[in-house]
């Protein structure tokens, strides 16, 4: 599972990066806000 979306939420894009174990959530500016470890 290794894809990048982006959502358009109420405090302007985010984007959400998959690797295979790792969840990375980036704000506005590209800052990764979150880096959430998925468990396989």
Excluded at 16 to 37: A, H, P, W
């Amino acid at each position: 599972m290794e894809d990048t979306v982006k959502l358009l939420g109420d405090d302007g894009m985010l984007g959400m990066e998959f690797k295979k174990r790792k969840i990375r959530v980036y704000n506005t500016e590209g800052d990764v806000m979150e880096l959430l470890s998925t468990r396989v």
